[in-house]
């Protein structure tokens, strides 16, 4: 099984600080997506990352594929609390499917 | 708004009841699939279809059945409900692994 894996699981930071959230495979992916999923709701998409060592940046939010094409991060400047949720990872390869992380619980405490 | 609808939004059944989820899309999406939620467990695949007519399973797909008679609705069948399928249920529809996939707002499924 070709497995993410998300860290940390769960990260409780004060408003203005800022943080980086990781997503690991020990295999090579085609592509990566990071969602961000509220209480209550789906899993948003926020980004997609294909290329090995592209940066994509919404916002505050920065989104880096490693470049080797096994990792990717997530880093959040000056963190508020709108950012809370669950954030995903999920690795695309050669079809439809996809293979997800168990998620980084994020709370930023106003 | 353009997106996938799911409903009920929740709901109750005891052991044994059948009941089916509905989803629907109106992004002509070919690729819809359904995914379980449970804490620590994250999103595990239950089946999903790569156009009508077409369905295949996950990683998951005991005691459940789908169907695709149209693009646009992918129903998930509970055949007879049983307390492990406590969970929520979310519909996902796409254009391919590159493009991302938008989400319903779930189903959140207790059986008692």
């Known amino acids: 099984t070709q497995l993410l894996e998300q860290s940390p699981q769960f990260l409780s930071i004060q408003e203005g600080e800022n943080l980086t959230v990781y997503c690991n495979s020990s295999s090579v992916f085609s592509s990566l997506q990071w969602y961000r999923q509220e209480p209550g709701e789906g899993p948003v998409l926020l980004v997609t990352?294909?290329?090995g060592g592209e940066v994509k940046k919404l916002k505050r939010l920065t989104f880096q594929f490693g470049d080797a094409r096994k990792d990717s991060s997530l880093h959040i400047t000056a963190a508020q609390p709108g950012d809370t949720g669950l954030y995903l990872c999920a690795r695309g390869d050669s079809n439809y499917q996809l293979i997800w992380g168990a998620g980084t619980k994020l709370i930023i405490k106003p | 708004n353009a997106g996938v609808t799911q409903t009920p939004k929740f709901q109750v059944l005891k052991t044994g009841q059948s009941m089916t989820l509905q989803c629907a899309q109106d992004?002509?999406?070919?690729?819809m699939s359904w995914y379980r939620q449970d804490p620590g467990m994250g999103l595990r695949l239950i089946h999903y279809?790569?156009?009508?007519?077409?369905?295949d399973q996950g990683e998951v797909p005991n005691g459940y059945n789908v169907s695709r008679s149209t693009t646009e609705d992918f129903p998930l069948r509970l055949l007879s409900a049983a307390p492990s399928q406590t969970s929520v249920y979310f519909c996902?529809?796409?254009?391919?692994?590159?493009?991302?996939?938008?989400f319903g707002s779930g189903t959140r499924l207790t059986v008692v």
């Open positions: 996902a529809s796409g254009g391919g692994g590159r493009l991302g996939y938008t």
């Open positions: 279809s790569v156009g009508a007519g077409i369905t």
């Open positions: 992004m002509n999406h070919e690729y």
């Open positions: 990352v294909v290329t």
